[in-house]
């Protein structure tokens, strides 16, 4: 009896608060910040979600778009969790690995991932390693043998090629400090690379499909927990495991791709806010309009509720200690 007064009561908070969520964000705007440079794929992403989101929201809020880069999205992070008001207008598009990152680099990520409010994702994720098309190497396999040079910049595309590297035994030299995903990319097409490892399909498919339908530039290994089902011949990083430790160090390296286009909150966030957040990216995600916007940008949608991202959060912080330790040693120190 208790329980179902108990949620009565929430019930009824949510119905109350809905009325008032909609005054409160009438004439109001909302600042998506975006833990990655304009230009990229996660940008596009979130500059889409803005355009049709506030539609979906009572009082029809207005978006703008502000892009805070650096640390693999943990700028953006630390600012969410320590600066950014908690009522609901600014909202966070970050990198997914800002899941794992305080288990692997707590030295920079000084947050807890599971206190953060996930609204969703409008993605799952697949990363991959793109080479020129005159390059020799056109397989996982290839790296085993010759030195593969690729683009760095921050987060996968220097952790990607570095995991590969320790645990399988491949030939990666990365060239770090590019300053995003869209200036390696740069570097691939003046020759400066033979490649980058560890920027997503989605990016490339938006940003650089022309290429790669020209030849210019091609795909030649996968990473996820499941292949992308456009590109099942592409060699995949989990083919090359032999022992269970390699693969659970797959794992945790490679399960936040589930949710590959996360939108977060700061923690504290009132219940009612957040519903109606969640609620709104949900619409939008079925939206005709968005939809049709997306298909003309070559911008894959597969969401994922913000309700399903915290189970997964939980079974990455529940990895053996052993693996992440040694996942640490591989990636180093910084994302």
Same mark, same amino acid.
């Given at each position: 009896?208790?329980?179902?007064?108990?949620?009565?009561?929430?019930?009824?908070?949510?119905?109350? !608060?809905?009325?008032?969520?909609?005054?409160?964000?009438? =004439?109001?705007?909302?600042?998506?910040?975006?833990?990655?440079?304009? =230009?990229?794929?996660?940008?596009?992403?979130?500059?889409?979600?803005? #355009?049709?989101? !506030?539609?979906?929201?009572?009082?029809?809020?207005?978006?703008?778009?502000?892009?805070?880069?650096?640390?693999?999205?943990?700028?953006?992070?630390?600012?969410?969790?320590?600066?950014?008001?908690?009522?609901?207008?600014?909202?966070?598009?970050?990198?997914?690995?800002?899941?794992?990152?305080?288990?692997?680099?707590?030295?920079?990520?000084?947050?807890?991932?599971?206190?953060?409010?996930?609204?969703?994702?409008?993605?799952?994720?697949?990363?991959?390693?793109?080479?020129? !098309?005159?390059?020799?190497?056109?397989?996982?396999?290839?790296?085993?043998?010759?030195?593969?040079?690729?683009?760095?910049?921050?987060?996968?595309?220097?952790?990607?090629?570095?995991?590969?590297?320790?645990? @399988? =035994?491949?030939?990666?030299?990365?060239?770090? !400090?590019?300053?995003?995903?869209?200036?390696?990319?740069?570097?691939?097409?003046?020759?400066?690379?033979?490649?980058?490892?560890?920027?997503?399909?989605?990016?490339?498919?938006?940003?650089?499909?022309?290429?790669?339908?020209?030849?210019?530039?091609?795909?030649?290994?996968?990473?996820?927990?499941?292949?992308?089902?456009?590109?099942?011949?592409?060699?995949?990083?989990?083919?090359?495991?032999?022992?269970?430790?390699?693969?659970?160090?797959?794992?945790?390296?490679?399960?936040?791709?589930?949710? =590959?286009?996360?939108?977060?909150?700061?923690?504290?966030?009132?219940?009612?806010?957040?519903?109606?957040?969640?609620?709104?990216?949900?619409?939008?995600?079925?939206?005709?309009?968005?939809?049709?916007?997306?298909?003309?940008?070559? @911008?894959?949608?597969?969401?994922?509720?913000?309700?399903?991202?915290?189970?997964?959060?939980?079974?990455?912080?529940?990895?053996? #200690?052993?693996?992440?330790?040694?996942?640490? @040693?591989?990636?180093?120190?910084?994302?």
């Amino acid at each position: 009896m208790k329980q179902f007064i108990a949620i009565c009561g929430l019930l009824s908070t949510l119905i109350v !608060g809905m009325p008032a969520v909609a005054q409160d964000f009438q =004439g109001k705007q909302i600042k998506l910040m975006v833990g990655a440079p304009p =230009g990229g794929g996660y940008d596009a992403y979130a500059r889409l979600l803005a #355009q049709h989101m !506030g539609r979906n929201i009572p009082g029809q809020p207005t978006f703008i778009v502000q892009n805070m880069p650096g640390a693999a999205s943990i700028s953006l992070v630390n600012h969410l969790m320590t600066a950014a008001p908690r009522d609901g207008t600014v909202i966070g598009a970050v990198f997914n690995l800002v899941a794992t990152n305080p288990l692997l680099f707590p030295a920079h990520a000084k947050y807890d991932s599971r206190e953060l409010t996930w609204i969703g994702s409008t993605l799952r994720e697949t990363y991959v390693g793109i080479a020129r !098309g005159d390059a020799f190497v056109s397989s996982l396999a290839d790296v085993m043998n010759k030195e593969v040079v690729v683009a760095g910049s921050t987060g996968a595309t220097n952790s990607f090629p570095s995991f590969a590297n320790a645990v @399988l =035994g491949t030939k990666f030299k990365v060239i770090v !400090g590019y300053p995003g995903t869209r200036d390696g990319m740069l570097a691939v097409e003046r020759k400066e690379v033979n490649g980058l490892v560890g920027t997503t399909y989605a990016s490339v498919q938006a940003t650089a499909k022309h290429d790669i339908t020209s030849g210019a530039i091609k795909y030649f290994v996968q990473f996820g927990v499941r292949k992308h089902p456009d590109i099942p011949n592409v060699s995949w990083i989990y083919d090359y495991a032999q022992t269970p430790d390699q693969r659970s160090a797959m794992d945790l390296m490679f399960a936040a791709q589930e949710f =590959g286009r996360p939108y977060i909150l700061p923690p504290g966030v009132p219940a009612p806010v957040v519903a109606m957040l969640r609620d709104a990216f949900d619409k939008t995600m079925k939206d005709e309009r968005f939809l049709a916007d997306a298909g003309r940008l070559s @911008l894959d949608i597969d969401p994922l509720q913000g309700k399903d991202i915290a189970p997964l959060i939980d079974n990455i912080y529940s990895t053996p #200690q052993h693996v992440v330790d040694s996942v640490k @040693l591989i990636v180093g120190d910084v994302p």
